[in-house]
């Protein structure tokens, strides 16, 4: 009862942003949390141009997983040579910049011996996953919380930037997924070791020290808003997984967890994590940020 009532007294705010969402096999629980999911980022993101998100369900894979459209090299973009999500590129552009979808989220299919958490059954139980967490989580990677760094799992664990095929190929997108052709995404632009060495700039790629590099423990998002919310302290990613935040001692559990969502119904960005989409380029509302653990 307490987190509906959060939920709601968040959902008093003004929306700062529109998403749409187009569901493909969705149940009708799945699709109410998602909205939820979307309601909080509709009133954290400001932007003039409507994000527009595929949800659908998979019946194998992960608990859930999600991509993004991108663009790069264009004048409204900051930083060149760099690929940005089309979301954020729309955003800083305040039009859309491609008809076609900014993401695709996918989310393991409700049923029986799935072992989803929805609202409508709060408080959560030990074992259950959160819906509405997960949907924060995979939309926040369609955001722009993504690294294109790709370390393979099985042969040779030779880093790249960028995704093989066979990875891509995976999923069916409703959008064209570009080859990443060594180009970095905004996000890891940011990521850095402890001795001040840039991934994207002071490592070979494809290359066995990529690999020593996203696998070192010092590895953390150097951006000054990340930072701050923080409490000046830097932001460790997950070595090997370094699209995701692991939790720090004495701080919020972060929404992007790498198994986020485990027996723990988080319903609102933490400061970290609007920190990271601060420094990727968008504009996040005062009062969604001050709501943030
Ligand atoms: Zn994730």
């Known amino acids: ?18 998403i749409d969402v187009r569901y493909e096999n969705l149940s009708a629980e799945a699709q109410a949390d998602f909205e939820n999911a979307v309601a909080v980022w509709e009133r954290c993101l400001v932007s003039d141009a409507p994000i527009k998100i595929v949800a659908s369900s998979i019946k194998r894979g992960p608990t859930g997983f999600a991509n993004h459209n991108s663009v790069r090299n264009k004048r409204y973009l900051p930083k060149r040579g760099v690929w940005y999500p089309t979301a954020l590129a729309s955003a800083l552009r305040g039009r859309r910049v491609t008809e076609q979808d900014d993401m695709n989220v996918f989310l393991k299919e409700a049923g029986d011996g799935d072992n989803w958490h929805f609202s409508q059954d709060d408080p959560i139980s030990e074992g259950k996953v959160d819906f509405i967490n997960v949907a924060m989580h995979e939309i926040a990677h369609g955001l722009g919380v993504s690294s294109v760094i790709f370390v393979p799992w099985e042969g040779e664990p030779i880093a790249s930037i960028g995704r093989p095929d066979e990875f891509v190929d995976f999923f069916e997108w409703s959008f064209p997924f570009r080859e990443q052709d060594g180009t970095p995404e905004v996000y890891d632009t940011f990521l850095k070791l402890a001795d001040g060495r840039r991934i994207t700039k002071d490592f070979p790629e494809p290359s066995l020290e990529l690999t020593y590099a996203v696998a070192n423990p010092t590895i953390h998002f150097d951006g000054k808003h990340a930072v701050a919310a923080n409490g000046g302290y830097p932001v460790g990613v997950t070595p090997l997984n370094v699209s995701h935040i692991p939790a720090f001692p004495r701080r919020a559990t972060p929404i992007m967890l790498a198994d986020s969502g485990q027996g723990e119904s988080i319903r609102h960005p933490d400061k970290i994590l609007l920190g990271m989409l601060r420094d990727l380029g968008w504009t996040i509302t005062d009062a969604c940020f001050e709501r943030g653990a």
Do not use: C, I
């Open 1 to 18: 009862m307490f987190l509906a009532f959060l939920l709601s007294l968040a959902l008093e705010e003004p929306k700062t942003a529109q």
